[in-house]
């Protein structure tokens, strides 16, 4: 069966050149589409997917950083609670900037090129900056204040340009961190032992901690529990399970140990946060 190909361009004018962006959730299957005359930068700003792009299958998370070129085309499937941030424009970046990018250090690697999509992950403190700069851009898109989003995209391009340069150094740790990463995110009910990480990720157990600490700004053991925590909000907030069923879907062995984690994190038990997330649904 042949594959569903639609191309797509921005539609928003800045001067001369054609730019938008947006922040969306994605709920369904985006079909396989081409970019043939623009340039498309993605940050996925919550939720997870699988991207299909250059014969790979990539799993998408919070923080990880898309740049698809002129010509190429990529699809997702399996999106849960998937948000991005969309930037695209038409190919003339130095045109929208007002000067000429080719002096900063990774710009070259990061935007050169067809028909491909470099796909790398943003830290914490990356994913903050940029997080702050895409949101500044959308807001003033609504203005048309042409002058502070080429100020904003400018300061955007470099920020993805060292980000993109700081993952192409550090590659071999990033992989093997992506690694294992991947593997919590889809285990993360269940029992991790910090030991089949470490063998995982070829590297020591106290190595792997510090790595993945300086990367992500947390440990993989507090990793998993952050994601137990959101998919604990979610089932509170939308099925019937008792808090001991939730418990216990979510690998903790002790239902008493979870409401005591739950409150820590959120500053409510967990029957207290389905009381409230009823009532802000019966306020709407």
Known sequence: MPKKVFSYAPITKVDDVLFNIYHHQVAE?????????????????????????????????????????????????KPKQLELFTVSCTTALNHMVGFNLNFLHGIRDLFSGRGKTNIFHLNSAEFSDIWRIVTQMNNLQSSSQTGEIRSCFAIL??????????????????????????????????????????????????????????????????????????????????????????????????????????????????TLYRENSKTRRTQL
């Open 157 to 270: 391009l470099c920020l993805l340009a060292q980000a993109y340069s700081r993952t192409l150094m550090t590659g071999k740790n990033q992989y093997r961190l992506e690694k294992t990463l991947d593997y919590i995110n889809n285990h993360y009910d269940e029992d991790i032992k910090l030991s089949k990480l470490a063998k995982l990720s070829a590297m020591s157990e106290s190595q792997l901690i510090r790595s993945f600490r300086k990367y992500y700004g947390t440990t993989p053991i507090g990793y998993q529990l952050e994601l137990r925590l959101t998919e604990s909000q979610r089932l509170l907030r939308e099925t019937g399970l008792t808090v001991s069923e939730i418990s216990y879907r979510l690998g903790f062995s002790d239902s008493n140990y979870f409401s005591r984690f739950f409150r820590r994190k959120m500053g409510v038990s967990p």
């Open 29 to 77: 299957n985006v079909i396989e589409h081409t970019h043939d005359n623009c340039i498309e930068i993605t940050i996925v700003t919550g939720g997870t997917a699988l991207h299909h792009a250059d014969g790979e299958c990539i799993h998408l998370q919070k923080g990880d950083c898309l740049v698809t070129l002129i010509e190429g085309s990529h699809s997702i499937s």
